[in-house]
């Protein structure tokens, strides 16, 4: 009769992989890939923290502790797989999480919506400062407002204003309106649907803040892939990326009180309008967080050009 053998001792479990080792791990991965990192992180660790932390379900406020904590295998799978969606299809982290930040504030976006990424979140945070009086702005014009994220900032920024944010698109409206909403502005900023300046007769504002479509024909095919996933009606102007631009030089007078700012990001396109308007003043703001493309012109010198 064969007798059972006595077990002497048990089989080593491997021991869970933690959050930390999970994020390096992505991270090594996107290095490898080379995607292109520009959608709300500059860097590979960035990119993959918000990935792994999204499909951990687990907040990024939770203190340097969170990275110890093990992970089951269940949840590694499915940060693994995230990673590896991020790199097979390119789309940006952000529309694969559903949530994106600008000047330290939560957005929702997805590919109705561009990403937010602008430089002009540094000059939100400081309402403006040193070009006008926070106290004096009480009407703000966000132009181009896709998922609403500069309108809720300069809301949030300059509390005694009140913000018409346009857009052209129904689509990115509706993307702007749940976050209006998520952030408990709907008495304070509006949303409207306007191709550039069309639908604001006889309205005037103290500043008017514009991030409009800028990117040249030429350009636009060099972008890396991930661009692809955003609206292109939000990247495309022209042959030389000025259509929406000169719309904005040519009728923003009208819209600005006196002493009123212009303020538009125009990116890479920056020589394009340095060249197409050679007798303008601009004014080239400069960033301690990096980016540029941004003039600051006033209602007074447009009017004087």
Request: with cysteine.
């Amino acid at each position: 009769m064969a007798r059972r053998l006595k077990r002497t001792g048990s089989a080593t479990r491997p021991a869970p992989v933690t959050v930390r080792a999970l994020i390096a791990r992505g991270a090594r991965r996107l290095t490898q890939a080379r995607v292109f990192f520009g959608h709300g992180t500059d860097n590979a660790w960035d990119e993959a923290a918000s990935l792994t932390l999204h499909a951990l379900e687990l907040a990024h406020t939770a203190g340097d502790a969170l990275y110890a904590r093990p992970v089951s295998a269940a949840a590694a799978a499915r940060a693994t797989a995230l990673i590896g969606r991020r790199i097979a299809e390119r789309i940006p982290a952000p529309y694969l999480t559903g949530v994106s930040w600008f000047a330290g504030l939560e957005f929702a976006v997805d590919a109705r919506v561009l990403v937010p990424r602008s430089p002009l979140a540094e000059l939100i945070e400081r309402a403006f400062a040193p070009w006008a009086d926070s106290r004096r702005v009480r009407r703000i014009l966000d132009l181009g407002t896709g998922s609403g994220c500069i309108a809720i900032a300069c809301a949030r920024a300059l509390p005694r204003s009140r913000v018409d944010a346009v857009d052209i698109s129904a689509a990115a409206l509706a993307v702007a309106r749940l976050n209006v909403r998520r952030h408990g502005l709907a008495r304070r900023v509006r949303l409207v649907r306007s191709e550039h300046f069309s639908a604001l007769k006889g309205s005037a504002y103290d500043v008017i803040v514009a991030n409009p479509p800028y990117v040249g024909a030429r350009e636009l095919k060099r972008l890396p892939p991930e661009y692809r996933h955003e609206p292109r009606v939000a990247l495309a102007a022209g042959a030389r990326g000025l259509d929406s631009v000169s719309v904005i030089l040519r009728e923003a007078h009208a819209h600005l009180r006196p002493r009123g700012l212009l303020i538009v990001e125009v990116g890479n396109t920056e020589s394009a309008v340095r060249r197409a308007y050679p007798r303008l003043p601009f004014l080239w703001l400069e960033f301690a967080r990096g980016g540029g493309g941004v003039f600051l012109l006033t209602r007074e010198q447009l009017v004087a050009h």
